[in-house]
């Protein structure tokens, strides 16, 4: 996933925008390097809220000069996250469709713990969903 953003510079700081994250808090550093560093864990601290407050975590826009990236364990939990929000479904439920303990499902979406693809891909089933990959060049 990739989320599109916008610069702006001066001559001692970088800062980065959110495009399409309104929620989101700009972020700025000295180089542009630390400060899509920064934005990154940004974003990663709003997905964290929304799923608390069961928001659906925005999709990605090819609208943008410039973009972050999402690593691809995290979009798995992010469509699982959104997944379970859609199909207004407990932790708990969750756990019983996997046959797993709850405390295995508070990792599972934790966007800060990290997971099996594998996990991600049968919790989606679980739901009636299909989790498929892709690559472009």
Known sequence: MQYPIAFEDNDTMHSIIFLNI???TPVSAQTREEALCKAQNELIR?????FKKKIIIPETSS???SFISIPASMTA???LLNALIRT???NTRLAKMMNIRPQEVQRLVSLKHPTKIDTIEKALKALGYNLS????I
């Open 88 to 90: 207004n479904t407990t």
């Open 63 to 65: 609208v943008g000069e």
């Open 46 to 50: 709003i997905f964290d809220m929304y």
């Open 77 to 79: 939990k992010i469509i």
């Open 22 to 24: 309104p929620t989101a």
């Open 133 to 136: 990959l892709s690559a472009n």
